[in-house]
């Protein structure tokens, strides 16, 4: 009998959200899972670890699926480093984060703890992906995208991916099940303009609300965020050596 | 008579950290300075943003210096985007970020509050600069930095920086001033070992602090742990496309 590939799931919107539910099901298909993730929301905490303070990390039985789960008062990528120096006796053959509800396309790559939980599993060595639904809801509907998440981690569990990359798989919202096909993509150029929303507390003192709109001026056909507007299954590639290789040799010609 | 440049300073230490107070006299030389800062220590933040809960910003006088200055009780991340929506009124010509408490060569990047507020003034189109200083100490001698921070810091005003590219400089720890020079690197392949410290709280429940050790295999000569190690003052051009450009071709070729 082969050997069931050791899985570790984890997300950045809680242990009990819907998403990472769903993503726990498929992933009991494929390997023996454990999941470590955190046991409130994190989302927007980017790369975030725990410096300053302590953490917990306790055993829960949250359904009667065959996964073994911890909830942890981290971040994500504490999560992920509990995970392996703690909990797992082995390393895992693959990471998987999410499902977000919400998508992580283009620069939110940058402030997603779905992502940062994936992209430390990949500075630990471990094959990961992070999987995100461009629908912010709770009641968000998952049903559509198991098959292409087992697909996908398959796929990554046999071909494995090289040192240093991760991939990030994002799914629009579509209210059947068609998607056009899974795009492999670049992470478009976009950001987003924030709007702080100013109001004044009981004690008369103002604070903020950090609101904003995302403004794509990228006109490519090659991007995530084009690929989930036109019904793809986006997947980009990601890597955490953020040098601009390219750059060297002309900073090399400053008068420094 | 020329306009003076109008400068943006932050950091993750906190607005009351000697590296922020060093940095702000230096940048007072230049031009107009604005300081929006964290009003307690980020560190370890990474691009976390402030989506659940509120943000206060309140001017603030700390010294007799000529800049305006404002704490904020969001992350580094937050008071860029703080100051560029709220606090100023045109955008700035310059962002600098730090002068970090520990260095953020190699992985730290990916973990650094200062970096991540440098980063998002790049996101925002400002040309930005996270300053650091491989010395953790908070009574860290910073005086021999502010002449090569002052003379970067203008290069870069002078210069500007391509679109996406932010300049991540760190300072080796060393007794006299006599830095070896300026090496423009790459980001050195390394990552963090954990070694989580666990213990018991009084009520008898575990709970961990996370500790680690940093494990260099890059032995390449030109990378910025090299530099630093070698008397050296780092200068890596960072991007924020995380994009693994050059396996793309290779994921369309997967059965997907």
């Known amino acids: 009998m082969e050997k069931k590939p050791l899985i570790l799931v984890t997300n ?10 769903t993503l726990i099901s498929v992933m009991n298909e494929i390997g023996d899972v454990v999941v470590i993730a955190p046991d409130s929301p994190q ?5 975030a670890i725990t ?6 990390c306790d055993a829960i039985t949250i359904d009667d699926g065959e996964q073994l789960e911890y909830r942890c008062s981290g971040t994500p990528a504490d999560c992920v480093k509990m995970a392996i120096s703690e909990i797992l006796n082995k390393k895992p053959d693959l990471c998987v984060s999410g499902i977000n509800h919400g998508a992580n396309s283009s620069i939110n790559v940058i402030y997603s703890g779905t992502m940062s939980a994936a992209i430390e599993a990949g500075i630990e060595g471990i094959p990961a992906i992070g999987f995100s639904l ?19 981690a398959l796929e990554v569990i046999k071909n494995g991916l090289p040192d240093g990359i991760v991939l990030n798989v994002n799914f629009p919202k579509l209210s059947s099940n068609n998607f056009k096909g899974i795009k492999i993509c670049r992470q478009a150029r976009a950001n987003w303009v924030e709007e702080f929303d100013k109001r004044t507390n009981p004690q008369g003192k103002e604070y903020y609300w950090l609101t904003g709109r995302f403004v794509n001026l990228d006109k490519g056909e090659d991007n995530d965020v084009w690929a989930l507007e036109n019904d793809y299954i986006s997947v980009v590639p990601v890597h955490f050596d953020l040098t ?4 060297i040799q002309k900073l090399n010609s400053w008068e420094l």
Do not use: C, Q
């Not at 410096?51 to 917990?56: F, K, P, V």
């Not at 461009?134 to 996908?152: Q, T």
């Open 244 to 247: 601009a290789h390219h750059f």
């Open 134 to 152: 461009l629908d912010y809801s709770w009641k968000a509907n998952f049903e559509g995208l198991k098959k292409h998440i087992k697909k996908i």
């Open 12 to 21: 950045d919107d809680g242990i009990t959200a819907p998403g990472i539910r």
């Open 43 to 47: 989302s927007g905490m980017g790369h």
């Open 51 to 56: 410096l300053d303070s302590t953490i917990y």
